[in-house]
């Protein structure tokens, strides 16, 4: 049968874009070590698999062994270059990814929507294949995550989510890379979420069952994770058997936890909300009482900038605190993730446990 340009584009759309359909064409299922990410989109962790978490977790030790403890030179991304666009401010990620693109060689171009027309006289499709035909991928931290799916359809490079309203996914990577470096594995720990039912808990129920790590998580009511994305986490824990609960109540959520995590409460565009947050998530504040039920080795862990009323002092510059390893963490994170989608490149640190 033959297919005219115009039929393989609709047929891969209906599969994702374009770029997918080739990638799972060419590679077939990926398993073990022998997984090909080349090619492929970072829009959520929900679509990667548990070897392919793995991976990119093992590519971001390799890495940092090389270049950090090993003080090697890397330039995979030399002849490269990466189109950042921004439209919420950041710190760690526009760090994270400017300066791991650069120590790998190549060229980042940090990108607001000061500096570009993104989605105001030009559209975000005309946006997406312009950036296309000059930078090997695209970084986008964006709002709304429905602008990053019309971006990763239209573009001809990976697209990688910086954040958005629904995911957060490079920010998990750096937490799970951190506690594989705590804890010396993933699997069998418990992680308490206590706080805001965000993008960053989003990305955590995509992929925590995939790792063999439990779940435990409290929010206020009416402040509950998304409930399509709960059923998702629940159906995912029944087929790895991990265990999953959803409370209202911080210290039940706690209850033999390994990790305690938290996040803001009021996110960019939610200052108007302010007074009414910081009523309803009175009494979810991390301190050393909220940890008292907790399992005796636990941590702490907060993806940052922080606010005095998620967390008090004593936890977050405690020895307890892993969150300015797991800020850096961010950076290694990115580096093996851009690694991983535009190169071909496999570690040669011998794969972990996890």
Known sequence: ??????????IARLAGTHKQLLQRFRYGPAAGANVHLKGQDLLTLQNYTADELKYLLWMAMDLKER??????????????????V?????????????????????????????????????SLT?????????????????????????????AAVPVVNGLSDLYHPLQILADYLTLQEHYGGLHGLTVAWIGDGNNV??????????????LRIATPKGFEPDPTITKAAEQ?????????LLTADPLEAAAGANVLVTDTWISMGQEEEKKDRLEAFRGFQITMQTAEPAA????????????????????????????FQEAENRKWTIMAVMVSLLTDYSPQLQKPAF
């Open 126 to 154: 005309d946006t997406a294949r312009v950036l296309s035909g000059m930078a090997d991928a695209i970084l986008a931290r964006v709002y709304k995550h429905k602008d990053l799916l019309v971006m990763a359809a239209e």
């Open 296 to 323: 005796a080795d636990w941590t702490f862990l907060h993806c940052l900038p922080r606010k005095a009323e998620e967390v008090d002092d004593e936890v977050f510059y405690s020895p307890r605190s892993l969150v």
């Open 201 to 214: 808990l989003h990305s955590i129920m995509t992929s925590a069952a995939k790792l063999g790590v439990h």
């Open 1 to 10: 049968m033959l297919f005219s340009v115009r039929n393989v584009s609709s």
């Open 67 to 84: 270049i950090k403890r090993r003080g090697e030179y890397l330039p995979l991304m030399q002849g490269k270059s990466l189109a950042m």
């Open 86 to 122: 921004f439209e919420k401010r950041s710190t760690r990620t526009r760090l994270s990814a400017e300066t791991g693109f650069a120590v790998l060689g190549g060229h980042p171009s940090f990108l607001t929507t000061q500096d570009i027309h993104l989605g105001t006289n030009e």
């Open 236 to 244: 995912d824990c029944r087929e790895c058997g991990t265990k999953f």
